[in-house]
């Protein structure tokens, strides 16, 4: 049974490089990455109806270098703009699998914290952060602008200075994540991704990135077939 794996918590270590001379284009590459990010918003709850005011004229947060984008695979960071449901929490999460990495979650209101007031909602997931590595959250019920406006700018300062790579969380300790995700949508849950695979590629497979969940999903993972148009 799902409930009888354990899910493991702990940290990954982050390897460490020696060569001088890949800092200095480290730091290159992320103050250009930093200066020009696209935004994928996916709108999930009430704290959405804040973003038109941080992108239009009186907050413009396309001066810092942050632009709308209205796909996943273009999109440098996925804003996840209130409480999400366990319905839309799946597709949050294969959105989050297209995008290409380096990539950055932002979760905006409390709701995406600790539930906010859907805390006890049956139909709700409470904390974001267990199904996939959040880089900064805005809390607030709803976050003004100026605050939405102030957590994207801790963002770039983050990217700036190396210190937003939450996203290789998702790979080093994917069973981790996976099972967080198995808990909530059973043990038939699977992505048209294949996220251990992209480890691989990234060199960020680790020990923790296979365990009891992931052996889960391979038993149970079907080739996915198209999908049936209805009308
Ligand atoms: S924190 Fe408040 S404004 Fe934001 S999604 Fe939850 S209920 Fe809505």
Redesign the pocket.
Known sequence: MIKDIPIIAEQAQQPRRTNPLAHVFDELMNFARSRSLFMLHYC????AIELPPAMTSRFDMERLGIQPMVTPRQADILLV???VSIKTLKRIILTYEQMGSPKHVIG?????VNG???WQSYATAKKLDEYLPVDLYIA????RPEAVISGLQKLIDNIKHGKSDNWKDYYQRYDHYLGNQQHLFGNNWQTPTDVIGEAREYGLFGPQTLGQHTELLESVQKPLQPLEMKL
């Open positions: 999930t709850g009430c704290g703009t209130g409480y905006i209101c409390s709701c995406t906010g007031m859907y607030g019920c709803m976050p």
